[in-house]
């Protein structure tokens, strides 16, 4: 580029750019700055310089590459909604158009809030399969330690079963008492889980709405949700209790009788 330069400045003034072809790109910028202060080169030799060899492009070219914004061709918009009914409804009218706009004039967006809010939904919902996994190990081993107390309560109570059975009462009388038993063992649990859970939401609510400084976001325990607890909870109690109460409706009344 130095021996193009000095091919300008020769053609502008010979007599001065002839004594600068031996120099460096340094030497010839200090030279030039000279010749231009001393008024030996003109503007439109500059310019000439200029554009041949220092400009990359046109004027539209270097202002795009300087990124000069064109309101007339935009890039992209960013579009802002006030709530996720607002963004919901935008995204169904770029659906709508694009569905009956053509290949090169449909609109591509991202939804950012989307993404962030599918995120977030996938990992509650791990969260959720993991507590849920929890909750059934937990229940499993309800029913078995319920089996357990039964069958303890069964032979605690063996003497007492050879006394009912000899006064009349049948194998499903005594199996009917033991599964009331367990029933209302079951209906009570679930009735304390259920109040519990109640008592807890109160400060549960608290600690949400300092966090989120939002009154409108309340953890609640729905009304089904709540009776499918209770019910569960019985459920299992009474299979948990069903082994034991048939071994007590089995057991000899004379052999029970004898019991100490």
Request: include cysteine.
């Amino acid at each position: 580029m130095s021996r193009a330069i000095l091919t300008q400045m020769y053609a502008a003034n010979p007599q001065g750019a002839q004594s600068t072809v031996e120099m460096s790109d340094i030497q010839l910028a200090e030279s030039l700055d000279g010749m231009l202060a001393a008024g030996q080169i003109d503007d439109e030799a500059m310019l000439n310089i200029y554009n041949g060899y220092i400009s990359p492009g046109s004027y539209e070219d270097n202002m795009s590459a300087f990124g000069v914004i064109n309101p007339e061709a935009p890039s992209s918009i960013s579009i802002y909604a006030d709530t996720f009914e607002d963004k919901d409804a935008i995204s169904s009218c770029i659906e709508e158009y694009n569905r009956t706009a053509s290949e090169e004039n449909k609109i591509i967006y991202t939804d950012y809030v989307g993404l962030l809010m599918s995120s977030v939904t996938t990992i509650v919902n791990i969260i959720s399969y993991v507590l849920i996994a929890f909750v059934a190990v937990s229940l499993v081993v309800s029913s078995i330690m319920i089996g357990i107390i039964t069958y303890i309560s069964v032979l605690e109570r063996t003497k007492e079963i050879g006394i009912l059975r000899a006064i009349g009462a049948s194998k499903r009388n005594i199996s009917q008492v033991f599964n009331a038993e367990t029933f209302i063992i079951g209906l009570c649990s679930g009735l304390m889980g259920i109040g519990i859970t109640l008592l807890l939401l109160v400060p549960g609510n608290a600690i949400i709405h300092s966090i989120t400084g939002s009154y409108n976001i309340n953890a609640v325990l729905p009304v089904g949700g709540a009776v499918i607890l209770v019910v569960l909870s019985v459920v299992l109690t009474l299979i948990g209790g069903l082994i034991p109460a048939k071994g007590a409706a089995n057991c000899d009344p004379v052999s029970a009788l004898r019991t100490e």
